[in-house]
């Protein structure tokens, strides 16, 4: 298969499934902490995702000199079978649920497998989906990062489908077949390396690089809080178990429809001050929240700050392929590290604080000011017209 119809359709399908594939872990919570099935602690169950942030910031980092050296199918090949050979895996735990002592070790090699196959996987996309689209190169991000949110939110979905938790298999199961079918499509595909995926012989990361790095740390902080203790903060706030999910869910859904949006729109309108004034969008709702905590607002508001958010990342990271085109895998491989980083660190820092919420929106709110400032910065002498 050669034509470019297909080549869109499966790279597109494979960012939604790399989505369904990377959360299904974390999915699978109420199975791995039940004293029936795994039984696994809360503290055990917190640190499984340790080796998985690592793995996807060093294939992150990894991925762009891989792709220059064995082009994108190769890597994606790899990353792909990572994740297939992970869920597999996971699938075939059910036949050894009494021997307890193995159980944490291999699930902790499992994770890895997946955020390794993820961060190679994803780092390849991204550019892959610019190449098909040469004169909407930050729309094709938009859009990939929007199905990879949307497959990320299906997993939990599946869950909730099943039912009955001792049903747990089943969504490892599903998952290992349909990215099989995928990846066995994927095969079929005829991809070159090209000029696009190289890398320069010589070559310094450009300064203006470590500015969209330090953004997106940023960014991945705020992303962080709000998807590993979004809930908690909003318990704090006055609501109840579930509005405090519906408002965790609505904030997904307001970045996923925020990227399709951008995706589609920014190809004949100029939405470049939009992206560049959202961060303070998001920090006006903050402030809102710390001023007036309001529990019958609060929900809304989740989706509005979720919505102005969107785009900053996915964003990033197709403004820099526009501006650094030798460097398209390095960005992308660079700014997804850089999330996972801004992910990582506060998930770790944030759970002495989670009950401080008002320290938290305070915090929250410098950083939002804070992008805003960076992404001025670098619109100077910039291409951004044209990524937006």
């Known amino acids: 298969m050669n034509s470019k119809v297909a080549r869109i359709i499966i790279v597109f399908l494979l960012a939604f499934l790399t989505g369904v594939n990377f959360v299904v872990f974390p999915a699978l919570g109420t199975a791995f902490t039940d004293s029936s099935l795994f039984r696994l602690s809360s503290s055990q169950f917190g640190n499984l995702f340790i080796p998985q942030v690592i793995c996807i910031i060093i294939s ?16 994606l090949t790899i990353g792909l079978l990572l994740m297939i050979v992970s869920t597999g895996a996971l699938w075939g735990l059910q036949f050894f649920m009494n021997d307890t002592a ?34 909407n190169k930050s729309s094709a991000i ?19 489908v099943i039912g009955n ?16 079918v995928a990846f066995a499509a994927f095969l079929l595909l005829k991809l070159e390396k090209g000029t696009f995926f190289g890398l320069p012989g010589h070559f310094k990361i450009p300064s203006k690089l470590w500015l969209f790095f330090i953004t997106i740390v940023l960014y991945g902080c705020i992303e962080g809080t709000f998807g590993s203790f979004g809930a908690v903060i909003l318990k704090n706030q006055g609501l109840d178990n579930n509005k405090a999910s519906l408002g965790l869910s609505l904030f997904w859904a307001g970045i996923a429809l925020n990227r399709l949006l951008f995706g589609i729109f920014s190809k004949n309108n100029d939405l470049s001050y939009l992206f560049l004034f959202s961060p303070l969008m998001v920090a006006g709702l903050l402030l809102l929240l710390l001023l007036y905590p309001n ?32 460097l398209s895998v390095l960005v992308s491989g660079f700014l997804m590290a850089a999330n996972q980083i801004g992910t990582g660190i506060i998930t770790n820092v944030l759970g002495h604080f989670s009950t401080q919420t008002n320290m938290i929106f305070r915090f929250l709110i410098v950083c939002m000011v804070l992008i805003c400032l960076l992404l001025f910065c670098l619109k100077k002498n910039s291409k951004i017209k044209e990524a937006f």
Do not use: D, H, R
């Not at 964003?315 to 820099?320: F, P, V, Y």
């Open 165 to 180: 938790v001792k049903n747990w298999m089943y969504v490892p199961g599903c998952i290992f077949v349909i990215v099989s």
């Open 142 to 160: 938009l859009i990939l990062q929007f199905l990879v949110g949307l497959g990320t939110s299906t997993a939990p979905l599946m869950m909730n």
């Open 102 to 135: 193995l159980l944490f070790p291999v699930l902790m090699i499992l994770v890895a497998f997946t955020g390794s196959g993820f961060g190679l996987s994803i780092t390849t996309l991204n550019p892959l989906a610019a190449s098909l689209f040469e004169n």
């Open 295 to 326: 529990v019958s607002i609060i929900v809304v508001m989740m989706f509005l700050i979720g919505f102005f958010m969107g785009s900053i990342f996915p964003g990033s990271i197709g403004w820099g392929t526009v501006e650094f085109p030798s």
């Open 60 to 75: 992150c980092l990894g991925a762009p000199f891989l792709v220059n050296k064995w082009g994108p199918k190769m890597v």
